[in-house]
């Protein structure tokens, strides 16, 4: 009877001795995805376009993650956007810039940045430009 007894108890500390070691192991699990502040990441996005001589840039619209930003009235042969900081996960980014050319040699240039590094530009030419560029993080 003894011996019944033993076995049961050896049985049951073996029991939770598995489960104390599975729950550990799913807890420390959680906590690494849970744990978020160490890994935030904030991105600085920044939207370019250049236009050659005479090039006048009209309008852009730019954004992250399909939340576009317009701006209208634009005037000149360059523009830069205001840095954009993404924290998190960004998954993708966007530019369109029209301008009206000059003569069919003229040509237009938008480049998106990341962390000051060009991750994608996008080239128009011709009279009526629309130049575009997308990036997927």
């Keep these: 009877m003894k011996k019944i007894k033993l076995n049961q108890v050896f049985k049951g500390l073996f029991v939770a001795l598995i489960t104390v070691m599975v729950f550990s192991f799913v807890e420390s699990c959680r906590k690494d995805d849970d744990d978020t502040s160490e890994d935030v990441k904030t991105q600085k996005i920044v939207f370019k376009a250049e236009a050659s001589p005479g090039v006048n840039i009209t309008k852009a619209v730019y954004g992250i993650d399909g939340n576009p930003i317009t701006v209208t009235g634009?005037?000149?042969?360059?523009?830069?956007?205001?840095?954009?900081?993404?924290?998190?996960?960004?998954?993708?980014?966007?530019?369109?810039?029209?301008?009206?050319?000059?003569?069919?040699?003229?040509?237009?240039?938008?480049?998106i940045w990341v962390d000051g590094v060009l991750k994608k530009e996008g080239i128009s030419s011709g009279q009526t430009l629309s130049a575009s560029a997308a990036y997927s993080f």
């Design 74 to 111: 634009l005037n000149g042969t360059t523009w830069t956007s205001p840095e954009i900081n993404a924290e998190g996960v960004v998954y993708n980014s966007n530019v369109v810039v029209n301008a009206t050319g000059v003569d069919a040699s003229s040509t237009l240039k938008v480049q």
